[in-house]
């Protein structure tokens, strides 16, 4: 599966914008889907929003929906997390995963990138 490096979290305050960046390392994301997760202390890496490779779409908790944005930049093997209208609570370290296409669990992940949204 595609190894991944993210980049663009930091510190903002609420309502502000951050784009998130997902490198691909050597390969493409063809036949790849590709989900991003965010992490608080004490708790799991929650799906925040991802793409299907297979169907061409793409998913969103509720919490960001309206909000964030996840797209692919092909021609960078990129995959980019506009997150806008932040909020104290999108704070947390964002982590990029990868899975084959139609696999049940995400096993490739970056380091994280941390997101900080300060009141």
């Known amino acids: 599966q595609v190894p991944v490096t993210e980049s663009g979290g930091g510190l903002v305050q609420a309502g502000d914008s951050l784009r998130l960046s997902c490198a691909a390392s050597?390969?493409?994301?063809?036949?790849?889907?590709v989900g991003w997760f965010r992490q608080t202390p004490g708790s799991e890496r929650a799906l925040v929003a991802a793409?299907?490779?297979?169907?061409?779409?793409?998913f969103y908790t509720d919490s960001v929906k309206g909000r964030f944005t996840i797209s692919i930049d092909n021609a960078k093997n990129t995959v980019y997390l506009q997150m806008n209208s932040l909020k104290p609570e999108d704070t947390g370290v964002y982590y990029c995963a990868t899975k084959r296409s139609g696999r049940a669990a995400y096993n490739r992940w970056g380091q994280g990138t941390h997101v900080t949204v300060s009141s």
């Open positions: 050597g390969r493409t994301f063809a036949f790849t889907d």
């Open positions: 793409f299907d490779y297979s169907e061409g779409a793409t």
